[in-house]
Nanobody
Framework: QVQLAESGGGSVQSGGSLQLSCAAS????????RAWFRQTPGKEREEVAS???????NYANSVKGRFTISRDAAKNTLYLQMNSLEPEDTALYYC??????????????????WGQGTQVNVSS
């Protein structure tokens, strides 16, 4: 069983930066797709960025050029560097993982493993 644990959330002013981390434990060697999602009250969970074992990366249009997803295989950790943060980025951020290729996962509900979430607040 894979366990995911996020850290790095917090409160920043508009234009600031934060780096989120997601440490994996368990039989994560078989985990293929890793992704970051975010959710605000009353809205559906939104994919922010994803990365697979071949290094294929995908970003939501709203974060392109501001956020960078990366993974450290040796540490089994996923990162999300968030720069030029805007109040619209305020959300609960989750990391997710699955054994499938990212391109085969069509919805957040198809991801098998989830972290508990970390809150990001951006003030104007």
């Amino acid at each position: 069983q894979v366990q995911l644990a996020e850290s790095g959330g917090g409160s920043v002013q508009s234009g600031g930066s934060l780096q989120l981390s997601c440490a994996a434990s368990g039989y994560s060697y078989s985990t293929y797709c890793r992704a970051w999602f975010r959710q605000t009250p009353g809205k559906e969970r939104e994919e922010v960025a994803s990365i697979d074992g071949d290094g294929n990366i995908n970003y939501a249009n709203s974060v392109k050029g501001r956020f960078t997803i990366s993974r450290d295989a040796a540490k089994n950790t996923l990162y999300l560097q968030m720069n030029s943060l805007e109040p619209e980025d305020t959300a609960l951020y989750y990391c997710a993982a699955d054994h499938k290729y990212c391109s085969d996962l069509r919805s957040w509900s198809e991801y098998r493993y989830w972290g508990q979430g970390t809150q990001v607040n951006v003030s104007s």
